[in-house]
């Protein structure tokens, strides 16, 4: 059985699956490489790897570029070794007071916890279902090729249950039609969602795991009370 200490590497290597160990790591710099977020902060993944395995405690727990990671993951599907780089810049996160983590994000999940629908910007189920049938009445009038599109709102039993974006229905709805058009041309059977729908997940990146699981747990339930088959998540 592994045994774990206290320093920033050995805990986080208590967050990694069988035999897996950050001093696996070749230096080859593949990570680096392809990380849109390399050289900034003066920091790249294979040096936070290397800092880690130095036992680098303090200055992996204070860096700002934890927070300039997306969590993209390309560093691991390039990794010949398949160390998980996001994993040690998450658990860096967690080591964060929340009130010292960078405000917009902190303030999104926020916000994403107040509604049943999980959006990072507020919008209610009846905004959703608003903006939605009139973004759809447009285009139909508009374009008259159109005339057969559908959106379904809360069809119980749909195969696709779809996420979307908040920005999205918010400020750019155009953005959303040419999904529909895609789904209508295949005769996808998919449903929106007035609860649930926001594709986005702040809390997530805050590193703020119970209310991450709160709003997942709250997807998840929109799914399962439409009874349908498969969650497509467009982010
Ligand atoms: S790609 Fe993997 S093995 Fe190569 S430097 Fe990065 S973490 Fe190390
Ligand atoms: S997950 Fe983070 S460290 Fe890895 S490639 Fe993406 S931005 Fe870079």
Known sequence: ??????????????????????????????????????????????????????????QLATTDWVWMCTMCQRCTHV??????IPKLVYHARTLWPREKRPKGII??????????????????????????????????????????????????????????????????????????KILNVVGADWTYSSVGWAAENYCMFAADEEAWEKIVRTKVKAVEDLNCEVWLNTE
Request: net charge negative.
């Open 1 to 58: 059985m592994k045994r774990y200490g206290n320093s920033f590497k050995e805990q986080a290597l208590a967050l990694l699956p069988g035999d897996a160990n950050y001093d696996m790591c070749l230096t080859c710099g593949l990570c680096s490489s392809g990380c849109p977020a390399t050289g900034l902060a003066d920091m790249d993944p294979r040096k936070f790897l290397r800092m880690a395995a130095l036992g680098m405690d303090e």
């Open 79 to 84: 990794c010949p070794m398949n160390i998980d």
């Open 107 to 180: 303030g999104s999940c926020d916000v994403a916890m107040k509604t049943d629908t999980g959006s990072a910007m507020g919008a209610r189920p009846e905004d959703f279902e608003f903006v939605v049938e009139d973004m759809l009445e447009e285009v139909k009038e508009t374009q008259p090729e159109q005339a057969d599109l559908s959106v379904s709102m809360n069809r119980t039993g749909a195969k696709f249950f779809l996420n979307q974006n908040s920005r999205e229905p918010m400020t750019e709805p155009d953005e959303m039609v040419p999904l529909w």
